[in-house]
């Protein structure tokens, strides 16, 4: 579980992100991020309907985001509101390729550090 002070939860901060928030797009997901005023990141899920009708499929995709997201905490760039935004075929998706695509987005963001 991602800890309390790593979670993004309110309206306001979500609407922050979506007006003066860069993003990028890489297959069936949507990174949106910006800076915040804290040392700490903070990340946030959407997973709409249009992506599956059912509540156990979403809330499965935001356990699985959630998951990549807390495994390498420790390697983001500090003060960042991050959003991640799920698109149709992210259901169809196995852990591996979502990771994949996750750390993709994170390194074109230019928020996780590089280590190679």
């Given at each position: 579980?991602?800890?309390?002070?790593?979670?993004l939860k309110k309206e306001k901060d979500f609407q922050e992100i979506?007006?003066?928030?860069?993003s990028f797009k890489e297959k069936f997901l949507v990174i949106k991020?910006?800076?915040?005023?804290?040392?700490?990141?903070?990340?946030?899920?959407?997973?709409?309907?249009?992506?599956?009708?059912?509540?156990?499929?979403?809330?499965?995709?935001?356990?699985?985001?959630?998951?990549?997201?807390?495994k390498n905490i420790n390697d983001y760039q500090k003060g960042y509101?991050?959003?991640?935004?799920?698109?149709?075929?992210?259901?169809?998706?196995?852990?591996?390729?979502?990771?994949?695509?996750?750390?993709?987005?994170?390194?074109?963001?230019?928020?996780?550090?590089?280590?190679?």
């Amino acid at each position: 579980m991602l800890p309390k002070k790593n979670r993004l939860k309110k309206e306001k901060d979500f609407q922050e992100i979506f007006k003066k928030g860069r993003s990028f797009k890489e297959k069936f997901l949507v990174i949106k991020f910006r800076k915040n005023q804290t040392k700490v990141n903070r990340f946030g899920f959407i997973v709409s309907k249009k992506v599956s009708k059912k509540a156990v499929k979403r809330n499965q995709i935001k356990r699985r985001l959630r998951e990549v997201v807390r495994k390498n905490i420790n390697d983001y760039q500090k003060g960042y509101d991050v959003a991640f935004i799920a698109l149709p075929g992210l259901g169809n998706a196995d852990f591996k390729e979502i990771k994949n695509v996750v750390l993709k987005l994170l390194k074109k963001s230019k928020i996780l550090k590089n280590n190679d």
